[in-house]
């Protein structure tokens, strides 16, 4: 079925949606309903290309974190996404509701007009609070959750236009069954390409004790969903820093460092003791060297490069960080081409 959207990327681009009404993903677009409990889909004039491409890349962020999780400890936290331009720009795992609001203090000025997308139910008492926790006259852009009710979305109005509710109940079961292997196609001039979608999910060493494992697997699952070249850090359970779309990964190192330091941030550096992971190999040492020397905790890359070698070695100088890598051809999570 064709339905035009309000707009596309930009508002002088005329868009259209095609839905597949016989997709079978419990996550597609025709599973979600509003707050009242319409289809998502017969609202399709009324949505933009921005706010469908955010919820599509917010859903794989938090099906790849929660995967990673089920893998690596056998259940799912509660768990939030913040998703502005297609990336999350806010994320926070943890056994109560209080999640939403540290995903939202973990980049608060980008919180404002993002893309909340969470496996929390929101019955009223609950969205009142987060109500309370978000920015005070900038509602989120959408919120994507299991439920939310009527009067608890009412909460999150906005002056101009609506902050749109998309529910469907099978977001508070997600996990490994939730990145299956679906189709993914994009349009080039003159063809169009087609591949299956990424199913890896890593397995961290079962020395790691249990706090460093789950901040890995929220830095994991935040940067296989962001665009490349990516570097992503996470610490107490909170995203300290995605540093995305580089043009190469020290690039993406120096831009995390600057992240992690900005004002406003607490402490000098954000970094020390946290998980950090590469969305591929360290072609050079120098990016291994910068993340070293603010003390991070632990290194999550691919390994494939003509450099390893030596990457390897210089790593060995900081004993006190653990550099942990995967073959690229199995690890490597590219997103965002």
Known sequence: MKSSLKHGENPHQPGFLVIDERSSDPLSLTQFTTASGEPLTDHADSMGWVYLTNLSRGLDALTNVAAAFEANLGSVPKICILVQHGNACGASYGSTDEVMSHAINTNYRASYGSLLVTNVALPNEVAICLRQWMPAQRPFSGIVTPM?????????????????AA??????????????????????????????????????????????????????GVCATSDSNCITAAKDGKLVTNAIGQPCTMDACELAIFQANRPGRGRASELAGAAVVSDSFFAFADGIDALARKKVRAIFATRGSANDAAVAEHAKSFGDVIVHTVPDSEGRVFAGH
């Open 167 to 220: 529910v469907n109940p099978a977001l508070a079961d997600v996990g490994l069954k939730s990145i299956g292997p679906l189709q993914q196609t994009r349009s080039i001039r003159g063809a169009t390409l087609n591949q299956s979608s990424s199913v890896y999910v890593p397995s961290f060493p079962k020395e790691w004790d249990q706090s460093l494992i789950e901040d890995m697997c929220l830095a994991w």
């Open 148 to 164: 939310i009710e009527e009067i608890g979305a009412a909460f999150f109005k906005r002056k101009s236009g609506t902050c749109r």
